[in-house]
Every structure is written in structure tokens, then in C-alpha cells.
């Protein structure tokens, strides 16, 4: 009986292909899925100050609103935008939702300006000081949050990961990017002027 070398050869390297790949596969799969939970991760810091702020906004309301009887429908904006957020389903909606409160902050604080009495109450002070800790904080959480977004969406469109990303149903997830309204000054005296 003879041992045919050729094909134990064939068989040995056919195998050798097969674990390189099966292992190259487990490799990428695993990195990508680090990176998504990263993402996720980030999502969750971000969430956890998210809810802090929305737990400090009533307070903030009604530290203000015996001094801003005008400004009511400031006010019921900022309740809006907060309860828009509490009621987002998903990642998205509530990178959505939370434009719309950042948007609202930036006007009330703009707004407290003409309040000579309200900026010197030491209550609404804190609030402010806490509230604008807490939007430093988000800063902070949202570059950590993009590069991490960046991260997983580079690997899932670069080859050769693309491939196992595309096997994997994996999409690219969106950024946390401020919108317009966010970018824009607050118009305090057209609010002011408008009521």
C-alpha cells in the first residue's frame, strides 16, 4: 500500500485554510462586536447624565418661574422638549429629542439675563451651576460617544472587515451632531419682545 504525500499534502493545507479563515472570521466578529458594544457603552454614559440634567429641569422650571411670568411659553417649551426625550424609543429619537432641550437650556440661561433678581437667587444658582456642569459632562460623553460611533463605522465599511460586517447585517450608526438651532445664538430679545 502506498501513501499518496500529494494528497495528504491537498488535505493538510485545504484544513490550514480552513482554520486560518474560520479563525480570521472569529477575529474580526469579535472586534466588531467590541466596537458596537463600545458604541453602546458610550450611548449608555451619555444616557446616565442625559436623565441627571432631566432630573434637575423641574427644579430649574420652578426655580424660575415666579421670576419669569413672561417667559411661560419658554417654560412649556423646555417641559415639552425634556418629555419628547423621556419618550424616544431608540438611540436616534432621542439624539433627536435631546437637541430640542439643549436648544431650550441655551434659551432660558440666555433669558435669566434680563432677570437681575432671578441671577442673584443662590437656589437658582446652583441649578444653574449644576446644570451647566452637566452640559460640560455631555461634552465630554458626546466626543467619546462619536469617536466610538467613528470607530465601528470605519471597520464595518473598510475591507476585508466589510465582509464579515456585511454577513453580521451590521449598519452604520448615527452620530451625535448638533443641529442648526444648536449652532445658532439664542434669540433672547426676539423672545422677550414677542411676549
Known amino acids: 500500500m502506498s501513501i499518496n504525500y500529494a494528497a495528504i499534502a491537498f488535505w493538510a493545507f485545504a484544513a490550514l485554510i480552513a482554520v486560518a479563515g474560520a479563525s480570521y472570521f472569529l477575529t474580526v466578529f469579535n472586534g466588531l462586536i467590541q466596537l458596537r458594544n463600545d458604541v453602546r457603552k458610550a450611548w449608555a454614559d451619555i444616557d446616565v447624565v442625559l436623565k441627571q440634567r432631566y432630573d434637575e429641569l423641574p427644579n430649574v422650571i420652578a426655580a424660575v418661574k415666579g421670576y419669569m411670568a413672561h417667559e411661560k411659553t419658554l417654560l412649556e417649551d423646555l417641559a415639552r422638549a425634556r418629555s419628547q426625550y423621556l419618550q424616544a424609543a431608540d438611540i436616534e ?92 445664538k439664542p434669540d433672547v430679545d426676539g423672545l422677550l419682545a414677542a411676549r
Open 93 to 184: 429619537g432621542k439624539i433627536g429629542a435631546e437637541s430640542g432641550v439643549s436648544g431650550q437650556i441655551k434659551t432660558l440661561f440666555a433669558a435669566v439675563e434680563n432677570y437681575p433678581d432671578l441671577k442673584a437667587n443662590q437656589n437658582f444658582l446652583q441649578l444653574q451651576g449644576r446644570i451647566s456642569g452637566l452640559e460640560i459632562e455631555l461634552a465630554d460623553r458626546r466626543e467619546l460617544y462619536n469617536a466610538s460611533v467613528n470607530a465601528f463605522n470605519v471597520r464595518i465599511d473598510s475591507l476585508p472587515d466589510l465582509v464579515v460586517a456585511r454577513l453580521l447585517r451590521l449598519k452604520p450608526m448615527a452620530m451625535f451632531e448638533a443641529t442648526s438651532a444648536e449652532q445658532e
